[in-house]
């Protein structure tokens, strides 16, 4: 396993000490584990971001949005099993401001 060098304040390297000591492990593993959970949550950050921003980009494209409170009551009938014509979509314009 490669090796990588990471300077800490004294106070940090005392509380991984401290949290290996009460879980019954090493600072290498503390900090392993805490690497790996900021890595996951950071990666799954980005996954959202992106998602975000082509959402928005396909709004831009198209132009068009669902009015949030048509769309949930369609999404609601739609889990209950009753039908549910889905709403129109209307010029995102509208909710901008715009004219």
Do not use: C
């Not at 005392?14 to 949550?41: C, D, F, N, P, Y």
């Not at 739609?78 to 039908?83: D, E, L, M, P």
Request: no cysteine; charged share 25%; glycine share 12%.
């Amino acid at each position: 396993m490669p090796t990588l060098s990471v300077k800490l304040p004294e106070e940090t390297k005392q509380r991984i000490q401290s949290l290996a000591k009460s879980q019954g492990t090493t600072a290498h593993a503390v900090m392993v584990s805490a690497i790996e959970g900021a890595l996951e949550k950071e990666e799954h950050r980005n996954t959202l971001v992106a998602a975000a921003l082509r959402a928005r980009n396909g709004v831009l494209t198209s132009g068009g949005v669902f009015e949030g409170k048509k769309f949930g009551d369609y999404l609601k009938a739609k889990v209950r099993g009753g039908k549910s014509k889905r709403p129109a979509e209307v010029p995102f314009k509208n909710f901008i401001g715009g004219s």
